[in-house]
C-alpha cells in the first residue's frame, strides 16, 4: 500500500480583501522548483509527499509580492497555516488607497531588517471588543463584541489584541462564540480591542511597504518585543 504523507495545509488569503483566492492564482515553488499542491475549496492547499527535512515554499500570484513559508517534511503532525498575499506592482484596486513606508529601526535607531511585524489598522468597522470580565492566559474561547460589517471578514484571521505590553496576535476561528486557535499568552480586560492584522518582514533597509483602504492610525507590534511601536 502506498501512503501519502500530509506535510501542510496552507489557507491563501487576498491581503488587502480578506478574501480566498481563485485557486487558479497562486502558484507555488518548494526549494525553488514548481510544486503543484492539491486543492481544496475556500482557498486552501494541501502540500503532501515533502521529504523529511526543512523545505522553503515561496507563494507567488499576479498582482502580489511573494511570500515565503519554512515547512519541515516528515512531522507525524500536519502544519495548518494561514497566509495572505500582499498587494504589489499590478494588483487592481477598486478606489483609492493608501500607501506607507513603515521604518523598522533597533534601540540605536539602526535599519532593522528580517524582522517579522504584524501591523493592523485601527479601523472601527472591523473593530472586535473583549466582552467578559477578563479573557484569561491560556484561555481558546471567550465572547466578543463585534459590528455587523464583521460577518464580511472571512475567518479564520488573525487579530492583534491591542493591550500595550500584553498585546499579543491570535488566530481567530469563530466570531459567535469566539473560539482561538491557540492559547492567550496574557490576561486581557473587557474592552481591549483586536483588529485584522497582517505579518510582513522588514526588508534590508528595514522598511516595510504596506497598503490601507484608508487614513487610519495603525497599531504596529514587533515580535520578539514587549509592546507595539
Known sequence: MIRIHTNAVVR???????????????????????????????????????????????????????????????????ADLLVTLKPGEGYRFQSSVTWMTIHIRTAKKEPAPGKRVWIAAKNPIYELRIAQATLAKGATTGRLFYPPSMRAVSLPRHFLVVDGERSEVVLLNELDEAQFADGLVNDHKRGRCLYPAQVYTSNEDGDIRAVFQNPLPLEILVEGEKKPV
Open 12 to 78: 491563501v488569503l487576498d491581503g488587502f480583501t480578506g478574501l480566498a483566492l481563485a485557486p487558479s492564482a497562486v502558484r507555488f515553488r518548494v526549494d525553488g522548483s514548481p510544486f503543484t499542491p492539491v486543492v481544496k475549496p475556500g482557498g486552501y492547499y494541501v502540500l503532501t509527499g515533502l521529504p523529511v527535512g526543512e523545505h522553503e515554499v515561496v507563494l507567488q500570484a499576479n498582482g502580489f509580492g511573494p511570500e515565503r513559508l519554512t515547512i519541515v517534511g516528515g512531522m507525524r503532525e500536519m
